[in-house]
């Protein structure tokens, strides 16, 4: 659970870094959404992103601090 907390914070804090608003969801079922982001001060503006951040299991081929993240602009 940690290891997907840091993954979740570090991705948005890249898209911060990158001028974006990023909100992370908080910990829990949130049906896939871990972090949405937006452009402008609310974060409403194009292009507006929903991530899902993915951590591996234990025992997994990857190297055990790799996180993934799912991007998909938002409609």
Not at 19 to 48: M, N, V
Request: hydrophobic residues 35%; contains cysteine.
């Amino acid at each position: 659970m940690e290891s997907c907390r840091r993954g979740r914070h570090l991705v948005a804090e890249l898209l911060r870094a990158e001028g974006f608003e990023a909100d992370e969801a908080p910990p829990g079922a949130d049906g896939g959404i871990d972090i949405t982001s937006g452009r402008g001060l609310l974060g409403l503006e194009s292009p507006k992103l929903i991530v899902q951040v993915k951590t591996p299991q234990i025992g997994s081929e990857r190297h055990p601090g790799w996180a993934a993240a799912q991007l998909r602009e938002a409609a």
